[in-house]
């Protein structure tokens, strides 16, 4: 049988299943549980969404039998910070009984196999949040050599910004310092600007949607066409 991708993902973001659905076509099936999510976003409002729908969303989604869950928010990642994004990841484990992966913590691990050490940080959210995102970053030793954002506190304000207008942001960000770009903000459309940006800034880019996509990509290697 097709392999089941369980996404537990805002309900305003349409962005992260329409990129995997195009990224994995008809190897794998992609399950959305849409979470309750307070516009515009705020930490609090994203903390609240964690707190109060998440347990909710994930007992409706292991109804369905998914055989791996992403948990599809790099901005509540950033505010729960590495360690409570693992502790959540383990805590869902335990309602669906499957792996989980988190957002950010997919977003790490494709900077390491991108060999990215010295990235340039952008996202579309306003300074609090990205500030927050970066420092997280630093604590695991992540050496953010710039940091710019849009400033965007809706979600729909995000979903609306062109691939053109990614790259034109990421390409006026550009350090000589850094040695990748990083595209935060699973509702941006940041996939489909990466080949464009990498190729003009002549360093690797990644966005929080591509790292996942790359997760999910060894989970089928892994596991070949067979459901687990």
Request: a negative charge; proline letters at 7%; one cysteine or more.
């Amino acid at each position: 049988m097709t392999p089941r991708i369980g996404l537990l993902v805002p309900s305003s973001n349409p962005t992260l299943a329409a990129d995997l659905r195009s990224a994995l076509g008809t190897r794998a099936t992609v399950d959305v549980e849409p979470l309750a999510r307070h516009e515009p976003v705020t930490p609090e409002g994203e903390l609240k969404m964690v707190g109060d729908d998440l347990p909710r969303a994930a007992v409706a989604l292991a109804a369905r039998r998914p055989d791996v869950v992403i948990v599809g928010c790099s901005s509540a990642a950033a505010l729960l910070g590495h360690d409570g994004e693992q502790d959540l990841c383990d805590d869902l484990r335990g309602t669906t009984g499957v792996p989980v992966i988190g957002a950010n913590q997919a977003f790490l691990a494709s900077l390491r196999r991108n060999a990215i050490k010295r990235p340039v940080l952008l996202t579309p959210y306003e300074w609090p949040l990205t500030l927050t995102l970066r420092g997280e970053l630093l604590k695991q030793h992540v050496e953010v050599v710039l940091t710019a954002c849009l400033e965007i506190a809706g979600t729909a304000e995000i979903t609306a910004i062109s691939p053109a207008q990614i790259t034109e942001f990421a390409l006026a960000h550009v350090d000589p310092s850094g040695d990748g770009v990083m595209l935060a903000g699973c509702a941006l459309r940041s996939r489909e600007a990466l080949a464009d940006i990498s190729r003009e800034a002549g360093v690797p880019a990644v966005s929080v949607n591509s790292a996942l996509i790359e997760k999910i990509e060894l989970w089928l290697a892994k596991h070949g066409g067979d459901r687990v």
